[in-house]
């Protein structure tokens, strides 16, 4: 009976570490050979939301340009590129066809230019603090599996960024 109890407590601590916003496990990244998603999250949307958005940066090493041609997860029905601009004093957002590039030896960050991947037709609320498994597909690289984390509303990426350099 000790044993179990002591089993359980070492799991809830670990479960609590990972939990824990100060934890080095919300400083994510993930790589393929040639690229580098660094610290994919969303937004946290409020109750009966149906979009939501999502940011991240993506590096790429290689000597040729890959694309970001969508994202697939469970959270949307779809996932469609967006780019919020002004004209004539007047907030729109536009599609971005044919995909993102990602420069050889460049990096993308969909966030930075009022680009934003935008979550459409949510299949439940995405809550702070959620983990939401997706899958970016790409050109050359293919497809690569992820998990978005989600932050505050009012999230940034250059606040993104910032936590991944600094190793938080």
């Known amino acids: 009976m000790k044993t179990r109890v002591k089993r359980f407590l070492v799991g809830a601590v670990v479960a609590v570490a990972l939990m824990s916003p100060t934890s080095s496990a919300f400083a ?31 590096r790429n090493s290689g000597s040729e340009p890959d694309r970001l041609l969508g994202i697939e997860m469970e959270a949307a029905a779809r996932v469609e590129f967006h780019q919020s601009v002004v004209e004539e004093g007047i907030a729109k957002m536009r ?10 030896g460049g990096e993308y960050r ?3 230019d009022g ?14 603090g959620f983990l939401v498994e997706a899958t970016l597909i790409f050109e050359k690289a293919g497809r690569v599996p992820i998990t978005f984390e989600v932050e505050p509303a009012g999230a ?11 190793g938080h």
């Open 28 to 58: 994510h990244g993930f790589e393929t050979s040639e690229l580098e998603i660094i610290h994919p999250f969303l937004r946290a949307t409020p109750p009966g939301a149906k979009t939501g958005a999502g940011y991240v940066i993506i």
């Open 95 to 104: 599609p971005i066809e044919g995909g993102i590039e990602i420069p050889a």
């Open 110 to 112: 969909l966030g930075a």
């Open 115 to 128: 680009s934003h991947a935008m979550l459409v037709e949510l299949t439940g609320g995405i809550g702070l």
């Open 156 to 166: 940034t990426l250059e606040s993104a960024d910032a936590e991944h350099t600094d």
